[in-house]
């Protein structure tokens, strides 16, 4: 098999264009499903935490006055980030949209 000595080999420079390109493309793309995934995930724990409050409200009578009421008795197994109650309502403290 001849050797072609007139090949040329791959261009680093287009090549690394190309990588850089494609990168920036990640990044901005990542940190874009990175914010919608954390409003999503807020308005997930907001939901939690209503529905465990209505709960509480329905069997004790009266609304939790912290979510501390709702892990004491276990209508919630963790504290949800960025969620308080306020006056026996679930408030968001994070951005939910």
């Known amino acids: 098999m001849p050797s072609n000595k007139n090949t040329k080999p791959a261009q680093p420079k287009r090549t690394m264009i190309a990588a850089c390109v494609l990168g920036g493309i990640v990044v901005f793309g990542v940190g874009a499903f990175k914010g919608d995934s954390e409003q999503a995930a807020c ?3 907001l939901k939690a935490v209503q529905v465990a ?4 409200t329905a069997k004790v009578g009266k ?3 912290s979510i501390d009421y709702l892990l004491k008795y276990e209508y919630l197994e963790s504290a949800p980030a960025g969620i308080v109650i306020v006056d026996g309502k679930a408030v968001a403290k994070c951005k939910t949209s």
Do not use: I
């Open 43 to 45: 308005a997930a724990n």
């Open 53 to 56: 409050t209505s709960a509480y």
């Open 63 to 65: 609304a939790p006055e």
